[in-house]
């Protein structure tokens, strides 16, 4: 292949196929306008205000005190494995040997080794739209092809077995959901998800779930497939330390996977990064433990009652989210009212209220023009200050005709 006037040898197909974040875009004008002395209210960025707690400095340091800075196994600090195992007992009853745990670089290094491992080129991914970016991205890496399901608030937008039966074609692989979902924050109820696998297992493909933000779920028990497809083994999980566990910058996740589907992840941890990093791993020890699990339930407590206040707050100002979600921390707004284009929307409000938010168009295609997503990863009280801002510059824009969903 010829390369352009700008690229003087030649760049993979796969590589230029893959799309930036837009939210990056928002980031950038944010932070130089902050640059410029404004007051800007950060609602775009994915991850907790919190800092990482202290049990984890401290772990880390006893660590690096006692020089244990070297490589650990690819599938992750044996202690870590077993710490891990206890905890799907304990938190949510579900019974996951650790030697069906691996430790990865953060969990889109998870998502990535599972996919490397299951697909061909040609062979099928379903999953929803909207979804998080780097599920097709990963997917169009790998050559394989994407379906993408239009879902609507209809079903929380969520896909569901129905909406597996409809959609399904031969050749399919794997299906991938999120429960909580990033952007929707919304979840797959359990008895769904147990029905969706053990379709999807009659068929012969595996169902992927990213349960990144299982433990952020509020006004119900944080649950785990895995405490209710023991009889499976089609049922793959991704999870992270970053979200629930407040480690974004620690870079460190996992994955669950079957027995017989180990080895082969092995082996491409040993080919693609050796193993995670080392002192995370001693840093996560600690956040296992009551000490540390009882904070983050108290932060959890706090990210419920922001996200309350938010909804009140929009209600009151009359551009309320049509779901109320069941956990994450993000609401997925349907702003048609007042625009069809999130991106220029979402600057033009930047630029005039100092709000940062990201453009549904970062997760899909499906009305994804129509959407944004507030993350309230804020205080309260900054919280309700973004919708005063918010609605003091959705009064001054004449609505557009009503659109249909």
């Known amino acids: 292949m010829k390369s352009s006037s700008s690229e003087p040898y030649p760049i993979a197909d796969t590589a230029r196929q893959i799309q930036p974040f837009h939210v990056m875009k928002i980031l950038g004008e944010a932070k130089a306008l902050e640059a410029q002395g404004r007051d800007i209210i950060h609602m775009e960025i994915g991850e907790p205000d919190f800092s990482s707690l202290p049990q984890v400095h401290d772990a880390v340091q006893q660590a690096m005190n006692a020089e244990q800075t070297h490589y650990t196994p690819t599938l992750g600090l044996p202690e870590l494995r077993t710490a891990l195992s206890d905890f799907y007992q304990n938190f949510y009853g579900a019974e996951v040997p650790s030697e069906r745990i691996m430790l990865t670089p953060g969990s889109s290094s998870g998502l990535q080794l599972l996919l490397t491992a299951l697909l061909n080129p040609k062979d099928k991914v379903l999953m929803p739209d909207p979804a998080y970016p780097c599920n097709r991205e990963f997917v169009r890496l790998l050559q394989g092809q994407l379906i993408s399901v239009p879902v609507t608030e209809s079903t929380r937008y969520q896909l569901t077995l129905s909406s597996l039966k409809s959609h399904w074609q031969d050749g399919i692989k794997v299906v991938m959901v999120a429960s909580p979902s990033n952007p929707t924050g919304t ?6 998800l147990v029905a969706m696998a ?24 944080a649950e785990s497939i895995l405490s209710r497809c023991a009889h499976l083994e089609n049922v793959l999980v991704i999870n992270s330390f970053s979200k629930f566990f407040c480690m974004t910058g620690w870079r460190l996740g996992w994955l669950v996977a079957p027995d017989f ?34 904070e983050l339930e108290r932060r959890r407590q706090t990210f419920q009652q922001r996200r309350d206040a938010l909804m009140d707050a929009m209600q009151s100002a009359g551009f309320a989210p049509r779901l109320c979600p069941d956990g994450a921390f993000y609401l997925y707004w349907d702003i048609s009212a007042f625009s069809d284009d999130a991106e220029a929307f979402c600057l033009e409000l930047l630029h005039e209220t100092g709000v940062a938010l990201t453009p549904g168009t970062d997760f899909g295609d499906y009305r994804a023009k129509q959407h944004v997503r507030l993350a309230y990863t804020n205080d309260e009280a900054t919280l309700l200050r973004a919708v005063d801002k918010l609605k003091g510059a959705l009064l001054k824009r004449a609505p557009l005709s009503d659109t249909p969903n």
């Open 187 to 192: 979840v797959i109820e359990a008895d769904e």
């Open 198 to 221: 053990e379709f999807a297992a009659q068929k012969g493909a595996y169902l992927l779930v990213d349960e990144i933000y299982q433990g952020l779920v509020y006004d119900r028990p």
């Open 261 to 294: 589907l180990i080895p082969t992840l092995e082996r491409l941890g040993q080919n693609l990064f050796l193993s995670a990093p080392t002192l995370s791993q001693y840093g996560a020890l600690a956040v296992l433990k009551p000490d540390a699990l009882a």
